[in-house]
């Protein structure tokens, strides 16, 4: 198994398809990504209890809106985490037929040997590019913010010192400074928060969405998003 810093320095991906959740991270490896090839498709799991988007919680509706906000196809799998592999390696297998050649995740913190996704990437016959592992996580978020990205924080984990009043709020360089003040990690990395991109320099228009109930899924607080 090679190392994984081969799949970070990697800059060969002229098609690729991407591992989209609909935040922060992975739209910020998708816009590295696209400085060096072409995106084919994204990719985004759905779960099977309720349909929504992993651990974001936002329907498909709200990924597809983003999807087309890029000029992107969306392939999804509905599955449970159990058989997450077979689903994702379904969708690789489709995103091949279409022309992609690598995987894009944007994954900060993965093992440098043995990792899940080189397994998976393997298996599907595509390669592995990670364009921000173990990159400092004030940087991510820096670069993110100074790109003109625009996120929203769609759920929280009040264990982990969120509070319900995050719900809703716009990612900027203050608000950030006061997650630090309350000793949350800026970046969400130990799922703290997640968040959905609305607009920044590859949307070709921004996302409009209105706010509907809370709800809980497991220990974390959620809110319902509209596009309108």
């Known amino acids: 198994m090679k190392d994984l810093k081969n799949c970070h320095n990697s800059g060969n991906c002229p098609q690729f398809v ?26 985004s799991m759905l779960r099977t209890e309720d349909g929504l988007a992993g651990a974001h919680a936002v329907p498909k509706t709200i990924l597809q809106a983003q999807a087309e906000a890029m000029g992107i196809p969306l392939l999804t799998f509905t599955t449970d985490w159990n058989q997450y592999e077979a689903g994702l390696l379904d969708c690789l297998k489709r995103a091949k037929s279409m022309g992609a050649e690598t995987l894009v995740t944007g994954d900060i913190d993965l093992p440098a040997q043995n990792c899940w996704y080189e397994n998976v990437t393997k298996k599907a016959g595509v390669s592995l590019f990670v364009p921000l592992w173990q990159w400092d996580r004030k940087k991510v978020v820096a670069e993110f913010l100074k790109l003109g990205f625009v996120s929203k924080i769609v759920s929280v984990d009040p264990s982990q010192g969120m509070q319900q009043s995050d719900l809703g709020r716009i990612l900027t360089t203050e608000y950030l ?35 509907g109930k809370q709800f809980s899924i497991g220990r974390n607080l959620c809110i319902e998003l509209e596009v309108f």
């Open 18 to 43: 991407v591992s989209y959740s609909g935040g922060k991270d992975s739209t910020l490896a998708l816009y590295k990504a696209m400085q060096e090839g072409t995106a084919v498709a994204l990719i």
């Open 177 to 211: 400074a006061e997650l630090e003040d309350r000793g949350i990690d800026c970046c969400g990395e130990s799922g703290e928060f997640h968040t959905i991109v609305l607009d920044g320099p590859i949307f070709q228009k921004p996302l409009k969405v209105r706010e």
